[in-house]
């Protein structure tokens, strides 16, 4: 099928796939300078690419996790460290979230005076530094 039925069939803009190409996610069957066409397998392929994007995993780690023919070889450390990571963000939203409820409900006559939205001021600055000081360290 060539690139304008695949990106039709897909959603994936045809210059997409021309980066995915180039980046070795998925392969055409055509040769170097003809048109673009591919094996039906891209579907799949790049329904598993959108699968890897959305658990959060980066191209270089679905790439990583494909033989050239785009079968999926999973790496199951990868995916267990982007659980952890997607846990530990649900935590904080979570957290963020009852913060909020709180702080638009609280009964104190101001915020300054409320012992739980103080609690939560020092949380959002104690998490801002530690991620102030991961990012430096790691640069």
Not at 22 to 39: D, H, V
Not at 64 to 81: E, R
Not at 83 to 101: F, H, N, P, Y
Not at 122 to 135: D, E, I, Q, V, Y
């Amino acid at each position: 099928m060539d690139i304008s039925e695949v990106a039709k069939r897909t959603g994936v803009p045809s210059s997409t796939l021309r980066f995915y190409e180039k980046k070795g996610l998925i392969s055409a069957t055509s040769p170097s300078g003809a048109r673009r066409r591919f094996s039906p397998d891209v579907i799949d392929q790049l329904a598993l690419i959108a699968l890897g994007q959305a658990g959060g995993l980066s191209l270089d780690e679905i790439q990583a996790m494909l033989s050239p023919d785009g079968t999926p070889h999973v790496d199951k450390q990868v995916l267990l460290a982007k659980a952890e990571e997607i846990d530990v963000t649900i935590k904080r939203l979570q957290a963020m979230s009852e913060g909020l409820r709180h702080a638009a409900h609280c009964p104190a006559p101001n915020h300054a005076q409320c012992p739980t939205f103080q609690r939560l001021l020092k949380a959002a600055a104690a998490s801002r530094l530690k991620h102030s000081r991961s990012t430096t360290l790691n640069k």
